[in-house]
Nanobody
């Protein structure tokens, strides 16, 4: 059974940094898309950063140059390093994974991901 458990959220002042972690277990697929999404109450969930099994990454325009997605060598843990945080980054952040071939990772909507963690809250104060 696929499990995704996020950690690392918290409160930080604008300009600060946080590092989110997602412990992934229960799968051995060689093909996957895994990434970070966020949601603010009353708004649709949005993709933040996605990485495929080939190592290719995709970022939302709003976080390019500030956030970095990465995995450990064993690919059991997914990370999101968030720098230069702004109040607009305040949201619940979710880790999600999917193992189907299509669509390509960089073209996926959040509804194209089957497995989700419980989320971790990030709050950025001005």
């Amino acid at each position: 059974q696929v499990q995704l458990v996020e950690s690392g959220g918290g409160s930080v002042q604008a300009g600060g940094s946080l590092r989110l972690s997602c412990a992934a277990s229960g799968y051995t697929y060689s093909r996957y898309c895994i990434g970070w999404f966020r949601q603010v109450p009353g708004k649709e969930r949005e993709g933040v950063a996605i990485i495929g099994a080939d190592g290719n990454t995709n970022y939302a325009d709003s976080v390019k140059g500030r956030f970095t997605i990465s995995q450990d060598n064993a690919k059991n843990n997914l990370y999101l390093q968030m720098n230069s945080l702004t109040p607009e980054d305040t949201a619940m952040f979710y880790c999600a994974a999917d193992f189907r071939r299509y669509p390509p990772c960089g073209r996926r909507h959040w509804t194209d991901f089957r497995y989700w963690g419980q989320g971790t809250q990030v709050t950025v104060s001005s």
